[in-house]
């Protein structure tokens, strides 16, 4: 007996040690500026770091209990997944939560569960799972391009339903992104971009009004002030006004006095630059290229393909949401509700980024791990 505690506990101590620590270590840091600007956000009793701390704690224990699991089971486990989020999108069409004029939520007692964000993950498993036994000179063949395009169809038109135009694009994105680097013909991505250009103007005819708007307000905020163009006018003149070292903590006056819009979601990073200015934005940038960067080195590491198109699936899944939120809080962007991992409030999100990170973790213990 004691002989068989000892083994348990030296798997355990085994365990910790195979952990990617420098990831944790990354997640740790942008948790804690996350909850230091909640908390310089939180008035009106809002609960906002409690709440959001919870989250992190219950996430966190999500990424640990992904990490630990085999990465084999969950290359066995992507389609089952992938079918999972599908039925998810298909009972918010009857039964999703209205708000802000879209129906994108489903109730599930603990938390209001967005699978749209849970379909930015699930389509990066499935097709690293299709592609993980096709071969090199295969995947230009019309018979093997049917499956993946179907993949990624599917969830793009459930989601462009909700109507969620910028998730729907950012699924769509870091698919095509994995087709890329299983070596697709550069004539396919040629044809499909030529395409996609030509019937850009027809598909502007099926935008809902807001969706137009935010593309004339992208192109001039300043014709709307007070209208559709003021989240990005005053998340502008919240950066601006932060200079190279910022005004100092709790100090923001665009955010605190409310002029800032949603500044504890998808605006978190223009109150951070408020507050912390253009040097703080820097060092915050450096911690997600950091974990951008260890991801793709775990990518290089594994053995299988699918582990390596996983990994570089959600490394390029946080550079899009990072280069996005950024390029929208600026006015480099139409503004489309793309938030900011680990860092903004919302609790589908930051499951969404665990489970990721979970992923890679796992890639990371299990890189010698044959896929059969």
């Known amino acids: 007996m004691?002989?068989?505690?000892?083994?348990?506990?030296?798997?355990?101590?085994?365990?910790?040690?195979?952990?990617?620590?420098?990831i944790i270590t990354l997640i740790i840091l942008i948790s804690i500026i996350s909850l230091l600007v909640l908390s310089s956000l939180d008035t009106g009793n809002k609960n906002l770091v409690e709440k959001h701390f919870l989250r992190i704690i219950f996430s966190f224990i999500v990424f640990l209990i992904v990490a630990s699991v085999n990465i084999k089971t969950w290359y066995k486990f992507s389609y089952f997944f992938y079918a999972i989020v599908i039925l998810l999108l298909i009972l918010v069409d009857f039964y999703g939560l209205v708000g802000k004029g879209a129906k994108r939520w489903l109730d599930i007692g603990i938390f209001n569960l967005q699978p749209s964000e849970l379909m930015k993950i699930a389509v990066i498993m499935a097709l690293a799972r299709y592609y993980q036994y096709i071969k090199t000179d295969e995947i230009d063949k019309v018979r093997n391009l049917v499956i993946p395009i179907s993949l990624i169809i599917i969830p793009f038109v459930l989601v462009i339903k909700q109507?969620?135009?910028?998730?729907?694009?950012?699924?769509?994105?870091?698919?095509?992104?994995i087709l890329w680097l299983t070596g697709l013909n550069l004539k396919i991505f040629t044809f499909g971009t030529l395409s996609l250009l030509i019937l850009a103007p027809l598909s502007i005819s099926f935008l809902k009004p807001y969706q137009k708007q935010r593309i004339l307000t992208f192109l001039?905020?300043?014709?709307?002030?007070t209208g559709a163009g003021y989240h990005v006018i005053q998340s502008k003149i919240a950066i601006g006004s932060g200079g190279f070292f910022g005004k100092g903590y709790m100090q923001g006056s665009q955010s605190n006095l409310s002029f800032l819009p949603e500044p504890h979601t998808d605006f978190i990073f223009t109150a951070?630059?408020?507050?912390?200015?253009?040097?703080?934005s820097i060092i915050l940038l450096i911690l997600f290229l950091l974990l951008i960067y260890r991801i793709d080195v775990i990518s290089k590491l594994s053995r299988s393909t699918f582990g390596r198109l996983l990994c570089f699936g959600v490394s390029f899944n946080f550079f899009v949401y990072i280069a996005i939120n950024i390029g929208m809080v600026t006015g480099l962007l139409p503004v489309v509700g793309v938030p900011i991992p680990i860092m903004s409030y919302g609790g589908t999100a930051m499951l969404t980024s665990m489970i990721a990170l979970g992923l890679v973790t796992s890639a990371k213990i299990y890189k010698d791990q044959n896929i059969y």
């Open 272 to 280: 951070f630059a408020e507050q912390f200015g253009f040097f703080g």
């Open 2 to 22: 004691p002989s068989l505690n000892k083994s348990i506990i030296e798997n355990f101590f085994l365990k910790l040690k195979s952990l990617d620590w420098f």
């Open 220 to 225: 001039n905020p300043e014709n709307d002030p």
């Open 163 to 177: 109507p969620d135009l910028g998730t729907a694009l950012f699924i769509l994105l870091v698919a095509i992104s």
